[in-house]
């Protein structure tokens, strides 16, 4: 699993844009965790703001839910 982020309050995304940051580099999942990341796991993300974030499972799995905390700009 990773997570790329993307700022842009006038438009949504494309999937394959090359503007998408790395927050969180490639990740391994266990079943029935809840998975924190916090510190030296991200980049990109001092002094940033983000509007929209995207996470890739690879393989493909299933994710129950997918919480992001921060601050509002």
Do not use: C
Not at 5 to 23: G, I, Q
Not at 30 to 39: F, I, S
Not at 58 to 71: I, N, S
Request: proline fraction near 5%; avoid cysteine; charge should be negative.
């Amino acid at each position: 699993m990773k997570v790329d982020a993307f700022d842009s309050e006038e438009e949504t995304p494309d999937a394959e844009d090359p503007r998408w940051k790395e927050v969180l580099g490639m990740q391994r999942l266990g079943p029935d965790k809840e998975h924190e990341y916090v510190g030296t796991s991200l980049s990109n993300v001092e002094e940033a703001a983000y509007t929209h974030l995207k996470m890739t499972i690879v393989p493909d799995g299933g994710v129950k839910r997918f919480r992001v905390f921060g601050t509002k700009v």
